[in-house]
């Protein structure tokens, strides 16, 4: 599966389908992978992708600080996960293309359409998340993964995330950037090149 190098972020992606382009943000929040499609709950009984690619060129990637694709340790809005879709799009030389967002995906695909209009053919937004639970339930991961930093240290951290499989959603104590940690084999020491993005200024 092919990997574009965006922003200085690795970025893994695949386009399937024929017709007009279609950027489909993912689902399942902080393990946003283009894999959730077609494995993640409703997704999976209804099949969507498989659907969609008999009319259009579906464009399908890992969200940073997700999956394969790169991170970088920096305060992340939702801009930054639009700007990614849009470099994508410019890597594929797409100038314009319908959008679809799923769960958390939907905030950045708005967001995207706002930011890049010109970009925009059209948008679906397909079981947004959000809602007061789900920000508490967002703050309370959060609260737990600085919890145990603060108890244990980073170097925990890093042993943790090696130890399972589990996403930030399922073991929060592992923290957001737990694919890139993984990802990279590396421990929480400043080190020069893509270690250091993932753990320098934790």
């Given at each position: 599966?092919?990997?574009?190098?965006?922003?200085?972020?690795?970025?893994?992606?695949?386009?399937?389908?024929?017709?007009p382009?279609?950027?489909?943000?993912?689902?399942?929040?902080?393990?946003?992978?283009?894999?959730?499609w077609?494995?993640?709950?409703g997704?999976?009984?209804?099949?969507?992708?498989a659907?969609?690619r008999?009319?259009?060129?579906c464009?399908?990637?890992?969200?940073?600080?997700?999956?394969?694709?790169?991170?970088?340790?920096e305060?992340i809005?939702?801009?930054h996960?639009?700007?990614?879709?849009?470099?994508?799009?410019?890597?594929?030389?797409?100038?314009?293309?319908?959008?679809?967002?799923?769960?958390v995906?939907?905030?950045?695909?708005?967001?995207?359409a706002?930011?890049?209009?010109?970009?925009?053919?059209?948008?679906?937004?397909?079981?947004?998340?959000?809602?007061?639970?789900?920000?508490?339930?967002?703050h309370?991961?959060?609260?737990?993964?600085?919890?145990?930093?603060?108890?244990?240290?980073?170097?925990?951290?890093?042993a943790?995330?090696?130890?399972?499989?589990?996403g930030?959603?399922?073991?929060?104590?592992v923290?957001p950037?737990?694919?890139?940690?993984?990802?990279?084999?590396?421990?929480?020491?400043?080190t020069?090149?893509?270690?250091?993005t993932?753990?320098?200024?934790?």
């Amino acid at each position: 599966m092919p990997t574009a190098s965006l922003d200085g972020l690795a970025t893994r992606y695949e386009v399937t389908g024929s017709g007009p382009p279609l950027l489909m943000f993912s689902p399942a929040g902080f393990d946003a992978t283009l894999d959730k499609w077609t494995s993640f709950g409703g997704y999976r009984r209804l099949n969507l992708l498989a659907h969609l690619r008999t009319r259009y060129t579906c464009v399908t990637f890992d969200k940073r600080e997700s999956g394969q694709s790169g991170g970088r340790v920096e305060r992340i809005t939702w801009a930054h996960y639009a700007a990614q879709g849009r470099r994508l799009l410019e890597h594929l030389g797409v100038e314009r293309a319908h959008l679809m967002g799923g769960c958390v995906g939907c905030s950045i695909a708005t967001v995207f359409a706002v930011t890049y209009p010109e970009s925009t053919a059209g948008m679906v937004l397909y079981a947004p998340a959000g809602g007061a639970r789900y920000r508490i339930t967002q703050h309370a991961r959060f609260g737990r993964h600085l919890a145990f930093v603060e108890e244990h240290g980073l170097e925990q951290v890093v042993a943790l995330a090696s130890s399972h499989d589990k996403g930030f959603s399922q073991d929060p104590r592992v923290g957001p950037w737990v694919s890139v940690i993984r990802a990279d084999g590396s421990s929480p020491r400043p080190t020069r090149g893509r270690t250091r993005t993932a753990t320098a200024t934790w």
